[in-house]
């Protein structure tokens, strides 16, 4: 029989701090999240000084009951995984200097995992049968790419954002919408209630990637030149041709993807694979024969779960960090080449 693998895994890349016991790779023992979500939207985003100070404060007693609710001391896990990049830098220095002193206190290994691919990891955590190949859309504030995940390890990128992440513009246009922080799942209440009345310009470039700056900038112009024109102008009908114009170009390059690499199964990845509409559509790929994977809604955005579950893989590989792991903010998913625009 497979020896059991316990993972005690810290989140810390942005405003939630995390810890999580995950067994094999795939089967949650506890996941804390504790989101600093409320004292952000005082400023309408996140303050990078503000989210590190929290971290520091909270760490300890989120890794106490993360432990406490696994049932497991520090003898039970067997390596301490830690999101290493990408990230805001002092967030992530908290985790990794925490995570550094546990490995060196308990002498047990220490596994340095890259956010992004974590994200992916989350499909793990809920269909455990699942195993690459498969596309994985991967849709989160920072980064939005298709992904022809080939192995546990090995990733093509096959189109991304030559700027704005999806999450990003979905934050950037409830702003404008007057919604509060964070604003994608605030957009995606509104848009259920709206009519797609807007034709806003396709994400889709040329070459295969995506462009959202220009999508954000249309979604301000229609709504500045409705006000001048005194046009009345429903933000709910704004919000759903924003989303629909968002997903539906993710949508088609995923399709073409499948496709183009003979896949048969898609997932979704990243705090955008909870929009109830991405949701909608991938799933109606199921009709076309496709596996259809859409992580639990409390797994697609930042927690520490899907880096203990990247980190199991990691640890079966013996991929251990160095004794001087330090924090990558600008770290990429390995397979990502730079952009032509
Ligand atoms: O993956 P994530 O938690 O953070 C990163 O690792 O980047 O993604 C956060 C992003 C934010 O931009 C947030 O507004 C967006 O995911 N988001 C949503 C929804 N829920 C979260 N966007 C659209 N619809 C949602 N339901």
């Keep these: 029989m497979q020896k059991e693998v316990i993972i005690l895994a810290i989140e810390s890349s942005c405003d939630e701090t995390a810890c999580a016991v995950v067994r094999n790779g795939r089967e949650i023992m506890s996941n804390i999240v504790l989101s600093q979500i409320d004292i952000h939207k005082l400023y309408g985003g996140v303050v990078p000084e503000i989210a590190s100070r929290n971290h520091v404060e909270v760490i300890d007693a989120v890794y106490r009951e993360a432990l406490k609710e696994a049932g497991v001391t520090l003898d039970d896990v067997d390596a301490i995984a830690v999101t290493y990049g990408a990230g805001l830098v002092g967030a992530l220095m908290v985790g990794v200097s925490f995570a550094k002193a546990l490995s060196r206190a308990c002498g047990k290994p220490l596994v340095a995992v890259n956010h992004i691919e974590g994200h992916i990891c989350a499909n793990y955590l809920t269909y455990p049968d699942l195993e690459p190949p498969y596309i994985c859309l991967l849709t989160s504030g920072g980064n939005t790419s298709i992904v022809d995940v080939k192995d546990y390890d090995n990733y093509d990128v096959l189109a991304s954002t030559v700027d704005d992440a999806v999450g990003e513009a979905f934050d950037k246009v409830a702003r404008v919408l007057g919604l509060p922080y964070p604003g994608g799942p605030k957009v995606d209440e509104l848009q259920k209630q709206g009519e797609d009345r807007y034709s806003f310009h396709s994400v889709l470039l040329p070459n295969g990637n995506f462009s959202y700056s220009g999508l954000k900038t249309a ?8 006000r001048q024109r005194g046009e009345e102008i429903n933000p709910a009908d704004i919000a759903r041709s924003f989303t629909v114009c968002a997903v539906d170009g993710l949508i088609r390059r995923t399709t073409e993807a499948l496709k ?5 199964t898609v997932a979704v990845a990243g705090g955008v694979g909870a929009n109830s509409y991405i949701r909608q559509r991938l799933s109606e790929l199921s009709q ?3 596996r259809v994977c859409l992580p639990k ?7 520490a779960a899907m880096i203990a579950s990247r980190g199991y893989f990691m640890y079966l590989d013996g991929n251990f960090a160095p004794s001087d792991l330090t924090a990558d903010p600008s770290l990429k998913l390995r397979g990502q080449k730079p952009h032509r625009n």
């Design 219 to 226: 979604v301000i112009n229609t709504l500045h030149n409705g």
């Design 260 to 264: 183009s690499t003979g896949r048969t």
């Design 288 to 290: 076309k024969g496709y």
């Design 297 to 303: 809604l409390s797994l697609c955005g930042d927690n």
